[in-house]
């Protein structure tokens, strides 16, 4: 692999970091400038097939997947495992470490111009692919994410806080904005998608029930709802603002346990979460204790401020 010119600076990056959260940010200003032009002409929008899980697959997700893999081949990665390959790929037989990856977050949101993003992982590799992947959630040594939105952003802890870069579009660079961000303790907002209540287990149907209640209820205020779609918006909008994320598990078949990838998704966000004060679970056990059965593995996702997860918790214990 060919050593691209740095676009971060590497202060507070790993030095063996360094090649790779480099080359994911290069990429990320290509796939950045093509989302900017997608209202000109560009069907990026258009399905073209279905990944392995069976979820449609847009041509950006395909295009993204396709530029990641191509600038970490022959890198420090080792396995590229990624929401648009069945199975993960050996990219380079020296990489000492494993990135999983979903390349195009939100991709249901490109044609209304909403924020998307990309999430990734890294371990330490293993030999194999399923036990560098398949293992507590705990053992990542990195955690990250991008937004495309009105910025471009890097949010990435290696597990010493979460730290936030801005490009610079005139400079092509990421600028430290935030050495080290904190989820705010207290807010009014909460993000579930509301369409699915009637599917909805007792526990999370009445924590929402005590929110919907405002001032009158058990919780004693007014709540907003805030739903976006796009995984890396939420994130990135509870980092900033505080408040509370969840997509449980409910009572459609296929949705037992959500409909958010362990490996790729719900992990790296959970890391990102905790080292900005905040807290992620299944709606009872925390996500860094958790592992995945299989690479594309769901599981459920609650996060935020940490009293708020902690009160759907207490919600599932007075259920049991």
Not at 147 to 166: H, I, K, N, R, W
Not at 228 to 240: F, K, M, N, Y
Not at 271 to 289: S, Y
Request: glycine share 10%.
């Amino acid at each position: 692999m060919t050593r691209p010119a740095p676009v971060i600076s590497a202060d507070l990056i790993p030095a063996e970091l360094f090649d790779t959260i480099n080359a994911l940010c290069v990429v990320s200003i290509d796939v950045a400038g093509i989302i900017a032009r997608a209202g000109l002409g560009q069907s990026l929008a258009a399905q073209v097939g279905e990944n392995s899980d069976g979820d449609g697959q847009k041509a950006l997700d395909v295009l993204a997947d396709d530029m990641f893999e191509a600038a970490l081949r022959g890198g420090d990665v080792r396995w590229y495992a990624s929401e648009e390959q069945e199975k993960a790929l050996l990219t380079s037989e020296s990489g000492k470490y494993a990135l999983a990856i979903d390349p195009l977050d939100g991709s249901s949101n490109i044609d209304v111009n909403v924020s998307i993003g990309t999430i990734f992982s890294i371990f330490e590799t293993k030999e194999g692919a399923e036990e560098s992947f398949l293992r507590k959630a705990s053992e990542q040594i990195c955690g990250g994410y991008i937004l495309y939105g009105p910025a471009t952003c890097l949010v990435v802890t290696f597990g010493d806080g979460t730290q936030q870069y801005v490009l610079d579009p005139a400079k092509g660079e990421f600028v430290l904005v935030e050495k080290a961000m904190s989820v705010p303790e207290t807010s009014k907002e909460f993000a579930i998608n509301a369409s699915n209540y009637r599917h909805w287990t007792t526990p999370v149907r009445s924590y929402i029930d005590n929110c919907l209640a405002g001032k009158d209820g058990p919780r004693g205020m007014d709540f907003n709802m805030r739903w976006v779609g796009s995984l890396v918006a939420e994130t990135h909008r509870i980092l900033t603002r505080g408040g509370i994320f969840l997509y449980p598990g409910d009572a459609r078949p296929g949705y037992e346990n959500g409909r958010l990838r362990m490996v790729y998704e719900c992990a790296p966000i959970a890391f990102i979460i905790e080292q900005a004060q905040g807290h992620a679970t299944d709606g009872e056990t925390p996500i860094l204790v958790r592992q995945a059965e299989t690479l594309h593995g769901r599981i459920p996702l609650v996060f935020g401020s940490a009293q708020k997860v902690q009160r759907v918790a207490d919600h599932h214990d007075l259920s049991e």
